[in-house]
């Protein structure tokens, strides 16, 4: 722990000292704490002992500032990065990559055998492993764990997240020797703020020294009668001018909204944030900058670079966020109005963080944040070894009070639950590698089963309320010491005889009106009936006054036992819903001719390469030989239409798709038909998209279109589009690298490719 020039905390220490040891460990800690000194303690080792270390993140653009911050640290030459569409020294003792990268490399496809993959390799620094939470990605996170060689280290570092201790004991498991580092220490403490619009010229302590809730502070009036002309709805600059007045910039000011990081940015740029100095000096940034990528020289935001405000988020250009990333770093952007994507791990460092609401919405409407959210984005305040403090404003608005704002300041952080999901890829790599038990074996070491008793905490506190009641109405006790299937059958005759007897009293009726005699059936009917009324008296339960209640207690078991069996099913169901939902994918994979014996066949094993939403709708489209004859741009255009997930909101203007691009699109229609049948036969849901908003635009960058005539073209940001772009180019690269795919479709997808990666595309 030498290697660096100043004294290390406790937990760096603590955890550094696990490394020497031989042992993995996870890393609990607030963000902004100093995990990735750790990782660089273990990059000192690996350096020193000429033995590899990989160090994965969950997005393209941490790898490439990692790759960056330590080909500067240590040498380009000894690092490697690699992200799907990027390979630079894959051999080198450093190697950045994203967690997918790693664990397709666990799985030995197309990326090589894992021996030669792992070779010499040491460690592997898990960084952001609390996004095993994302619903989408989760499940990467886990497969790496699990199906790392027990040899490496695993370096695993975390926000804070509640249940730390359980992800340890899961990683230990799996992957022995594994120790937990936990702290809830932060070197540059944090200290609330609540804007009150009612007091517009000043920000309020959140909280008073005891941690109750400030009483200065006022809720904020709603929205409507004599408030709802009220100028001050965006609070903005008032909030920009009190951090800016009481020296608390830069800041990160944070908002759930991409066309409000814009507004924002806007109604700001007439503040005075920034001296003559800074703003020449961004100007020689800029310039710089954009003799380089000229295609940024008509950004419209570039004007609000010179006062000191930029916006941040996905519908930007990669190479534009890049230019305020510098600027940030440099301390010349003063506010950076940004979605919560830049939470992620980015170095973005602020003396001051901003968040516009503790709400946001989300497909299933409008939601509080999470605890751990909130932590993840209060966290970027504080800038170790130049803050003495950092700041976190809430903003207040009409839709939450004051105290709910308290409260997610005060509470701790969310449990990590799993997102393990089997798919198709993973049945066919654990079955080419497996036998079928070996491969429930490792289903089984998922942290979602392991986990599985706090996720079925609910149903099995409802399966002990069922049987508690089950129980009482069970232990009834009879007078006559009858059993309940004796009063069951005097119930049955008793509503036998009341029915038959009401039958008899009409027909009575209604014979004696029509002075007619009554039938030899009839004298028989009513002759059992009265038999009956002697069947019943001679029960005891005739007469007994407890009878309605120990029915009634009857009734109550019948109903508490059908209900108990259903959730013991339930409960059944969800224990292995994991292996389930891995055999459901078998039997699709057997049923379509992908796996025999429980072995991948040919075709299988070119499907367990494919890496996409639905693997097996890929290959389908790939093996129906319908992408024949097609030219690179029709070939992208079809491909971007099944790979762009579909668009919510407002619909927009769409270019009409060539002739050739529909007609393949409507065959791709009864191969997504036909799939989709035998899919919801086996209970799964695995999406398969045909979106075509963007296959005009990317069929006309591939012929050849400017950027400028593209964009003109749709409302959507250009950041959207280049991020479609990537994602098509992503399954035409895996065309070109996966085994036995057919030459023709080789060679048209890297012709695609090379038209598609040119600027502003091929910037990261």
Request: proline share 4%; charged share 25%; hydrophobic share 35%.
């Amino acid at each position: 722990m030498n290697e660096f020039p100043f004294e290390l905390d406790d937990f760096q220490k603590e955890a550094c000292k696990i490394i020497d040891n031989g042992n993995s460990v996870v890393v609990c800690a607030p963000t902004g704490a100093g995990k990735t000194v750790i990782a660089q303690h273990a990059i000192h080792i690996a350096l020193k002992e000429n033995v590899r270390i990989f160090y994965t993140t969950p997005l393209k653009a941490l790898s490439n500032q990692k790759y960056n911050d330590f080909g500067l640290k240590y040498g380009y030459d000894k690092v490697g990065l690699l992200t799907g569409d990027t390979s630079i020294n894959r051999s080198g003792q450093i190697v950045v990559m994203t967690t997918e990268v790693f664990r397709n490399m666990l799985y030995g496809t197309n990326l090589g055998s894992v021996a030669d993959n792992l070779n010499n390799v040491k460690y592997v620094v898990l960084d952001e492993v609390h996004y095993m939470n994302d619903e989408d990605r989760g499940t990467v996170w886990e497969e790496s764990i699990i199906y790392c060689p027990t040899n490496i280290q695993i370096i695993a570092l975390s926000a804070t997240v509640a249940n730390c201790q359980q992800l340890t004991d899961w990683i230990n498991s799996v992957h022995p020797k594994c120790e937990l580092v936990n702290t809830d220490f932060r070197p540059v403490p944090l200290r609330f703020y609540y804007y009150d619009s009612s007091q517009p010229y000043k920000l309020l302590p959140l909280l008073t020294p005891s941690g109750a809730l400030n009483n200065k502070i006022k809720p904020e009036p709603k929205p409507w009668g004599r408030n709802k002309n009220k100028k001050n709805q965006n609070p903005v600059k008032n909030v920009v001018s009190n951090l800016y007045e009481q020296d608390m910039l830069p800041a990160i000011y944070f908002t759930f909204s991409r066309k409000k990081c814009d507004e924002q940015m806007e109604k700001c740029a007439g503040l005075e944030l920034i001296t003559n100095e800074e703003r020449e000096r961004i100007r020689s940034i800029v310039d710089e900058y954009i003799a380089e990528n000229y295609y940024l020289a008509n950004n419209k935001h570039i004007e609000y670079l010179y006062c000191g405000v930029a916006s941040h988020h996905a519908g930007l250009l990669p190479g534009w966020k890049v230019l305020v990333e510098k600027l940030f770093q440099e301390g010349l952007i003063k506010v950076v109005f940004a979605t919560e994507t830049l939470a992620a791990g980015i170095n973005m460092p602020a003396r001051s963080t901003v968040i516009s609401s503790i709400s946001k919405r989300t497909d299933s409407g409008h939601r509080l944040l999470t605890s751990s959210e909130f932590l993840q984005m209060s966290g970027r305040a504080g800038r170790r070894g130049m803050d003495e403090i950092g700041y976190v404003t809430i903003v207040g608005t009409p839709h939450q009070s004051p105290q709910d704002v308290a409260d997610l300041v005060l509470s701790d952080a969310n449990d990590l639950e799993s997102r393990f999901s089997p798919r198709y890829s993973m049945v066919l790599n654990l079955l080419q590698r497996f036998t079928i038990d070996d491969a429930k074996s490792l289903i089984l070491k998922s942290f979602g089963y392991f986990s599985s008793n706090a996720r079925l905490a609910p149903l099995l506190l409802q399966k002990e309320h069922n049987q508690q009641v089950i129980d009482e109405m069970d232990s009834f006790k009879c007078s006559y010491n009858l059993m309940n299937k004796d009063l069951i059958e005097y119930n049955r005759i008793k509503n036998l005889y009341v029915s038959n007897r009401q039958t008899c009293k009409t027909i009575r009726k209604q014979e004696k009106n029509k002075k007619r005699p009554f039938s030899q059936d009839f004298l028989e009917f009513e002759k059992t009936t009265k038999s009956m009324l002697h069947q019943m008296q001679e029960f005891e339960c005739d007469k007994c006054k407890f009878y309605k209640k120990h029915m009634k207690s009857i009734e109550l078991l019948e109903r508490y036992n059908r209900k108990q069996n259903k959730l013991l099913k339930e409960i059944e169901l969800q224990k292995d819903i994991y292996w389930n939902n891995f055999v459901n994918h078998k039997d699709v994979l057997v049923e379509m001719g992908y796996m025999k014996d429980n072995y991948p066949t040919t075709q299988g094993q070119i499907v367990s390469q494919i890496r996409a939403e639905n693997e097996l709708y890929i290959a389908e489209i790939i093996f129906s030989n319908i992408l024949e004859g097609l030219t690179p741009a029709e070939l992208a255009s079809v491909i971007c239409s099944v790979t762009t997930e579909d668009i919510r909101g407002e619909s927009h203007a769409q270019l009409p798709l060539s002739k050739k691009v529909r007609k393949t699109l409507n065959l791709v229609k009864d191969i997504r038909r036909k799939l989709d049948k035998i899919q919801k036969n086996h209970n799964i849901d695995d999406s398969m998209y045909i979106n075509t908003f963007f296959a005009p635009l990317i069929e006309m960058w591939v012929n050849g279109a400017e950027w400028e005539s593209i964009v003109e073209e749709t409302e959507f940001n250009e950041g959207d589009i280049v991020r479609v772009f990537k994602r098509t180019i992503d399954i035409l690269r895996q065309f070109c690298t996966i085994d036995n795919i057919p030459d023709w479709l080789v060679f048209t997808a890297r012709e695609a490719i090379d038209a598609i990666q040119r600027e502003p595309v091929n910037v990261e």
